[in-house]
């Protein structure tokens, strides 16, 4: 689905990320681990088209889209749920779930209403909470609205950075099994965390460290490998 080639980017004249390579396949999970400042959130931006590529290249679905517009990659299908949330404090969550959708090409009322209550069934406490204020959540329920404001546009990858941060073990579990359920639908994910509790989701990890891929291998098993801890050393 995503593939990048010998990727190098940043942002004004400042180079971040050197040389990366890296396949997300429909229906995998991928897990991109690194310590702060490492890139990861460069590498989603790289992606979605916020950050300047200065050389290779970049493809979804085999199409070329290095350098393309933010929100033409979004409404094609590439979805990007930001760090720290982003929810709309003033509006209702129910409002910020629809905002995520309405500039959906093609997408009709009945659409919409689908898709909110497909977000209902998959996080009950956001019907519970739909006309309450966005910014009256908890963590755990930002995160929820985050996650389901991105697929309210019916992507076919989702992008997730650091869902997990400042949220409680219990939160942070409900909110990957979710995810590991839509990659077993088929959707391809690609998430980045400083925590490696989200190894045992994933099909295979990447570790990021100073803009650069120093590891990539299988996840399965991974949190206990010697070799990922030689190069990572992140926290559970
Ligand atoms: N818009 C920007 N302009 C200039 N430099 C930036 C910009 N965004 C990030 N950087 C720099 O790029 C490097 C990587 O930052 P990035 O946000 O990608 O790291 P990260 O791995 O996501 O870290 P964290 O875990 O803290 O979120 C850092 O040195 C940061 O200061
Ligand atoms: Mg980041």
Sequence with gaps: MIRLSKVTSGFGHLTILRDIDL???????????????????????????????????????????????????????????????????HLTVEENLLIGAQHVPGITARLMTERLEAE?????????????????????????????RGLMMGPRVLMLDEPSL????????????????LARQGMSVLMVEQ?????????????????????????KGLSADDELMRHYGGAG
């Design 23 to 89: 396949v997300l396949d429909v229906g995998e999970m991928v897990l991109v681990l690194g310590a702060n400042g490492a890139g990861k959130t460069t590498l989603l931006r790289t992606i979605s088209g916020l950050a300047q590529v200065r050389s290779g290249s970049i493809t979804f679905d085999g199409q070329d889209i290095t350098g393309a517009q933010p929100h033409r990659l979004a409404r094609s299908g590439l979805v990007h749920v930001p760090q720290g949330r982003q929810i709309v404090p």
């Design 120 to 148: 209902y069934a998959r996080f009950p406490v956001l019907k519970e909470r739909r006309h309450v204020p966005g910014g009256s959540l908890s963590g755990g329920e930002q995160q929820m609205l985050a996650v389901s």
């Design 166 to 181: 400042g949220l409680a073990p219990q939160a942070i579990h409900r909110i990957l099994v979710a995810v590991e359920a």
């Design 195 to 219: 925590k490696t509790s989200a190894l045992r989701f994933a099909q295979r990890a990447l570790v990021l460290r100073n803009g650069e891929i120093v590891f990539s291998g299988q996840a």
